[in-house]
């Protein structure tokens, strides 16, 4: 009878809230007076923002909107969000500009436009410097404001006489379309913009100028269980992001939690395509505005002022970040300070990130993020960035997997001052530069690791680490080295390299005889000593079962492994549309290591936490499938990403995106 009762509950409870949930259209043919009904649908995404609450769906049809759509209201849980969603194979488009037309030409294929200032509002990005902490202008003033032909990006300059007159940018990856190029001057009542067009005339091609600091952004915090589903999204006058100040992307939750964001194409954001970061009230770039405490001490109190404010799992992040196409940002394709914890982000291809690089700083990656804490990375492919995936402080519970990292100027993957445990397994990682491990607390498992390695203490820099699957701070420590795991890997060399040839002392190295110095035995690590006898010795390393080819050298305590000088892996990638395949040549060496099955149990907990490698739910983590999810052999599983490779030349499709 109590069993019927509670099904009868149950049937209920979806009825009400079926009768209660609501679907509002919008269509560029409709009228923000309507109803937002499917006959009589708004005109605006952000008419519907307005009124739509939890359960209701928002379904937009094909068509460009500019506007920034600014939600009102939360969603209440998982199962009552607010879903904004493209309409099932319709191409919609929300843009963060507006069209220009009436240009007049001066010459030289020179044109010029007079704003009025009341276009844009209270925000003109015409005006709107960019600046912050960590960041660097290359000695000139840059603006969120772009100009764009036919939806390219032009390059400002910094004096009239340099648009009339262009030269190619030597550091843009793009040389010959550096040559158009965009200046702009400003007073009280306008704005006036100059742009080489050179042979194009913009009043009969589509030119759009930035008018909105975001495209899809609550200007309040605490607007929970959005999702954001199959959109375009471009355009956007976004500023620098920083970890010690406001963190505005293209789209972002704004210090909110439990939002999706899937299936979009997201582009030409001025900074930061997605932010998952922080608010303004904790820290506004302090470092550089009072100009009294260095940005490091800032960030630290950006930390505890955030935990005053209800920095939690129960508060913020829990955000589902999958599927989207992200492209042609200048500072990051995904950033995020603090709101990220307890997020995954998965199956997005990141490119094109600061390809540009007319300005520069401490803080442009394809993913880039502070205080990762039990985030997944996870079968992302990154490429043509700066940095691939920077985790900057606090990546306690990160897990960084199956990932496709390529052609990346400075490093695929970058892990800084944090004190573990981390997992970063199964990725393929071709860049010249493959990791730049300035932490501890680390496991490096069944990784294919074609690039150079460097390791580096950090004994100036006091970071936190925190109580298991929390944010609640433990404590604070220098990062002395060590206490890293390297099982089961795959280590190529490239003795024909440019840098090698240049560089031959560099500490970049590859393979792992950067861990020469360090200790095996874990004993050394006794307790009682001060933080000075901590800065003359090392923690431990935990090294064992991997694959050296070519000129890889092996740290030189390791045991079991295998050395193949001779072999020739020939990797390259063929990349045919959305779909990208690996080429690799492999020999008997790949079949001799003597691999283990790599689990909590032998990971063990990382020193300075006291925390053991495993799942976020508390489980234990065990390593037995590969990078395509196949089942690895339990009593000998494979070497590196793959389970199964053919002796010889092996195609591999490594990455397919619909």
Known sequence: MKR?????????????????????????????????????????????????????????????YREWVNPAYSGTNDLKRIVYQAAPGEKVIIKGSEVIKNWEKTGNGVWKTIIKNSFFGEYNPYREIIKGDWFSDKGRIHHTGEVYLNGKSLYEIDSLERVKYP?????????????????????????????????????????????????????KTGINYITVKGFTMSQAATQWAPPTAEQIGLIGPNWSKGWIIEDNVISDSKCSGISLGKERSTGQNQWTELKIKHGTQRER??????????WSKENIGSHIVRNNIIFNCEQTGICGHLGAIFSSIYNNHIYNINVKRQFSGAEIAGIKLHAAIDVLI?????????????????????????????????????IEVCHGPYIVDNNILLSENSIRNFSQGGAFVHNLIAGKMVHATVLNRFTPYHFQHS???????????????????????????????????????????????????SDIWLTGRSVDDYAKIKMPVFIGSNLYLNDAKPYKKETNIKVNAILKPELSLEEKGNEVFLHINTDESFSEVNCKMITTKLLGYAIQSEAPFENTDGTTIEFATDYFGIKRNETNPGVGPFETLSKGRNIIKVWYQK
């Open 4 to 64: 019927r009762i509670t099904y009868l509950a149950v049937i209920v409870f979806l009825i009400s809230f079926e009768a209660y949930a609501k679907e509002y259209h919008v269509s560029v043919n409709g009228n923000d007076n309507n109803s937002g009904s499917l006959s009589q649908p708004f005109s605006t995404i952000s008419a519907a923002a307005k009124i739509a609450l939890p359960g209701d769906v928002i379904t937009v049809h094909e068509g460009t």
């Open 167 to 219: 030269k190619i940018l030597k550091d843009a990856l793009d040389e010959k379309g550096s040559a158009y190029q965009w200046y702009c001057e400003s007073n009280f009542e306008t704005t006036t913009i100059w742009a080489n067009f050179h042979d194009y005339n913009p009043n009969k091609e589509l030119v759009e100028i930035n008018v909105r600091q975001a495209c899809f952004f609550p200007k």
């Open 301 to 310: 109190e950006v930390i505890f002022n955030a935990l005053a404010i209800g």
């Open 378 to 414: 996870k079968n992302n492919r990154i490429h043509d960035t700066f940095r691939g995936l920077w985790l900057d402080w606090q990546a306690q519970g990160a897990r960084v997997t199956g990932n496709l990292l390529y052609n990346n100027k400075s490093e695929d993957i970058f």
């Open 471 to 521: 944010t609640g701070v433990a404590g604070l420590m220098t990062i002395i080295g060590g206490d890293d795991r390297y099982f089961n890997n795959i280590f190529i060399g490239n003795e024909t390299s440019e840098s090698s040839q240049k560089k031959p002392d560099t500490a970049d190295k590859y393979g792992l005889e950067a861990y020469d110095d360090y200790p095996i035995e």
